[in-house]
């Protein structure tokens, strides 16, 4: 069973999984929409990192938006065929439910009767510790960082930026209660090149390949193999990063002008 947010990555990780062969027995979206949703968020996030912060990630969205939105789309849509993806599920007729919360009573009980062995994971939403029991055998997870290192969210923009190109790439993992802090299954680096794209193609080119790694990990479960796992014995103090702010954006556009 595939655990995923709305969005065209997302279904991309569901369409890898059933070309690959995988069972999917549902398919489980998580959306908060609508403006007071938004405004729910931005009031939280705003109590735990402080206005000040919230404001200036607000504004280096809406920058980074209007700066790079066109050429961003260009980028998604060279990387991922939405209209094979979307007729690719339609065909393998996975049950799909729609949820604001993976741990609602009604959500667990659908979930349950699917019966899944296996969650794959690829949401920005919380998949809690009763959640993960649902599935008796693995719930893995993905990220388009190296973690420990860099946790969270921007993964490669913020590599970048730190001067570490090396540390671009994907992880994909079982999920724990911490963020991005479970026990490694596939870590890979991924190649820049000289013609190296924007930070946001470099994070979906991550999660384009965690999700192939993902069906690599139940298939290989399926066939009775043991995948050893490396666990994360530390997790570096300042190795979770949030949304950049206008100024950390202005900072990596002159990084990048100058190099």
């Known amino acids: 069973m595939a655990l995923c947010s709305d969005g065209a990555l997302e279904r991309h990780t569901c369409a890898t999984l059933v070309r690959a062969g995988v069972e999917l027995v549902g398919i489980v979206v998580c959306a908060r929409r609508g403006i007071f949703a938004r405004a729910q968020f931005l009031a939280r ?15 280096g969205r809406i920058y980074d938006r209007a700066r790079n939105g066109r050429r961003a789309k260009v980028e998604l849509e060279q990387l991922v065929n939405e209209a094979a993806d979307r ?9 799909v439910l729609e949820t604001d919360s993976y741990s609602r009573p009604e959500t667990t009980a659908a979930i349950q009767r699917l019966d899944p062995d296996i969650f794959v994971v690829h949401t920005k939403y919380i998949v809690g510790r009763s959640v993960r029991a649902l599935a008796p055998v693995a719930t893995i997870g993905g990220h388009p960082g190296i973690t420990p290192f860099y946790r969270g969210s921007y993964s490669p923009f913020w590599a970048l ?13 079982l999920l724990d209660d911490g963020i991005d802090t479970g026990p490694i299954l596939f870590q890979e680096r991924l190649s820049l090149g000289p013609d190296a794209t924007s930070h946001l193609a470099l994070a979906w080119r991550g999660m384009i390949r965690q999700a192939e790694l993902q069906a690599q990990a139940i298939r290989r479960l399926d066939a009775g193999e043991c995948i050893p796992l490396r666990a994360i014995r530390s997790v570096p103090d300042d190795s979770y990063f949030g949304p950049p702010t206008l100024r950390d954006l202005l900072r990596y556009r002159r990084q990048r002008e100058v190099g």
Do not use: D, K, S, Y
């Not at 996030?45 to 504004?59: K, N, P, S």
């Open 87 to 95: 007729e690719t599920l339609t065909r393998a007729r996975i049950p």
């Open 45 to 59: 996030w705003a109590r735990r990192h402080g206005l000040r912060h919230t404001a200036g990630q607000v504004l």
């Open 161 to 173: 930026l730190r001067g570490e190109p090396h540390m671009v790439g994907c992880t994909v993992f």
